[in-house]
């Protein structure tokens, strides 16, 4: 079974920095796409950023300058720099892919979500 695993939430001022990490594990034959999906009370989840298997990389315009998404392959690892952070990126963090496995076609997997509370 595929899972992704994510850490690195917490509590920061406004102007500070966290990175969040998210770990791929299981029979994994082929990571397509990995991201990040935030979701802030009241609205809907939106993709924060994504990194391909060739190295392109998409961020929403919010984020766009403050915030670094990168890969690990051999651990199929993810990680997202968040800098300069501000109180609007208060949100649930989830960590997405879409993951070809030895049981499965191609499948869209979620992370449990990690919390990202931006407040002095």
């Known amino acids: 079974q595929v899972q992704l695993v994510e850490s690195g939430g917490g509590l920061v001022q406004p102007g500070g920095s966290l990175r969040l990490s998210c770990a791929a594990s299981?029979?994994?034959?082929?990571?397509?796409?990995m991201g990040w999906y935030r979701q802030a009370p009241g609205k809907e989840r939106e993709l924060v950023a994504s990194?391909?298997?060739?190295?392109?990389?998409n961020y929403v315009d919010s984020v766009k300058g403050r915030f670094i998404i990168s890969r690990t392959y051999p651990r199929n690892t993810i990680y997202l720099e968040m800098n300069s952070l501000k109180a609007e990126d208060t949100a649930v963090y989830y960590c997405?892919?879409?993951?070809?496995?030895?049981?499965?076609?191609?499948?869209?997997?979620w992370g449990q979500g990690t919390q990202v509370t931006v407040s002095s």
């Open positions: 997405n892919a879409m993951i070809v496995s030895s049981g499965r076609y191609e499948t869209e997997y």
């Open positions: 299981g029979s994994i034959l082929r990571v397509n796409v």
């Open positions: 990194i391909t298997g060739g190295g392109s990389r």
